[in-house]
């Protein structure tokens, strides 16, 4: 884990997928906060910080969209601290730049083709970035304090001092997660 750890900032619904293995992607441009204005891995591992504000069912293919309602109702919007559940390791940080590779990957994760498209779309000069993520779960959530810089569209946060998270265990067993992984590749001819 990192000595100062940070975590990407992600709607709570795609963290459920990924916590549960229906998915290993993420899909990013970067928050309208960035200081560069585009997305930038800044740690191969990090925490999974989850969000509410704008996950809407119908940017969920239809047998996903009960995620936004689940998550949800795990929210409390008057909360000191927010317990993150997932931890990931990027084991690929793939560039997409059209609509076509970005098909390829429509059977590999959660989102509508519509929203999919509109994030390769928006900032289009800038490639949509993939993450292929290795996803772990702490053995209890680890508590951190909900502090004001963490808010506002900005993909990472810091953390500060290392929270604890005792062990933690990997959501998929490595041949599952190898096969997704090389599915998704094979998929975009990599």
């Known amino acids: 884990m990192n000595a100062n750890p940070v975590a990407l900032k992600e709607w709570a619904s795609a963290i459920r997928a990924l916590k549960e293995g229906r998915q290993i992607m993420l899909m990013r441009k970067g928050g309208i906060a960035e200081e560069t204005k585009r997305f930038e891995l800044k740690s191969h591992s990090f925490y999974l910080y989850p969000t509410y504000e704008h996950q809407r069912p119908e940017l969920l293919k239809e047998q996903y969209r009960h995620l936004v309602g689940d998550t949800l ?3 409390d919007a008057n909360a000191a601290e927010i317990g993150l559940t997932a931890y990931a390791e990027a084991v690929h940080d793939l560039e997409i730049h059209d609509l076509e590779q970005l098909e390829l990957l429509y059977p590999y994760h959660i989102w509508s083709e519509g ?5 390769l779309r ?3 000069k800038e490639p949509l970035h993939v993450l292929l993520l ?8 680890v508590s951190v304090e909900i502090l004001p810089e963490y808010s506002g569209c900005r ?3 810091e953390l500060g001092a290392p929270p604890e998270s005792g062990s933690l265990r990997p959501v998929l067993d490595d041949e599952t997660f190898n096969r997704k992984v090389a599915d998704i590749l094979s998929a975009l001819g990599r």
């Open 134 to 141: 290795r996803v772990y779960v702490p053995e209890s959530p």
């Open 122 to 124: 928006w900032k289009a």
């Open 155 to 157: 993909s990472w946060i």
């Open 73 to 75: 109702g795990e929210m």
């Open 115 to 119: 929203l999919a498209a509109e994030r």
